[in-house]
C-alpha cells in the first residue's frame, strides 16, 4: 500500500529550503507509521528528521488510501 504523504507548512518550507520534495515525494513509510514517529530522510550526507503529525485514512467511494502529515522540526512532536 503506497502512502502519500502531506508536509505541514513549516515542513514544507524546510524541505524546499534543502532541496528535499523529491526525496519526499518519492518516500513510502507504509501503513505502520504512527503518530509521533520520526521519518529521517538521508540526502547530501545529512539526515533530515521529520515527525509524523497526523494519519488520514481518504476514502473516495472506490479507493482507500492514507495520508501522513509531517512536521519539522521533528522535536516539537516527542
Known amino acids: ?10 515542513a514544507e518550507r524546510y524541505a524546499r529550503h534543502h532541496a528535499l520534495m523529491e526525496f519526499i515525494e518519492a518516500a513510502n513509510p507504509g501503513p505502520m ?3 509521533g514517529d520520526i521519518l529521517s530522510l ?6 533530515h528528521d521529520f ?3 497526523q494519519r ?3 476514502f473516495d467511494g472506490e479507493t482507500l488510501r492514507l495520508e501522513l502529515t509531517i512536521d519539522h522540526p521533528a ?3 516527542r
Not at 500500500?1 to 513549516?10: D, Y
Not at 538521508?42 to 539526515?47: E, L, R
Open 1 to 10: 500500500m503506497h502512502v502519500g504523504i502531506r508536509l505541514t507548512a513549516s
Open 75 to 77: 522535536f516539537g512532536r
Open 56 to 58: 488520514r485514512w481518504i
Open 51 to 53: 515527525a509524523v503529525a
Open 33 to 35: 507509521a504512527a503518530v
Open 42 to 47: 538521508t540526502a547530501g550526507g545529512s539526515v
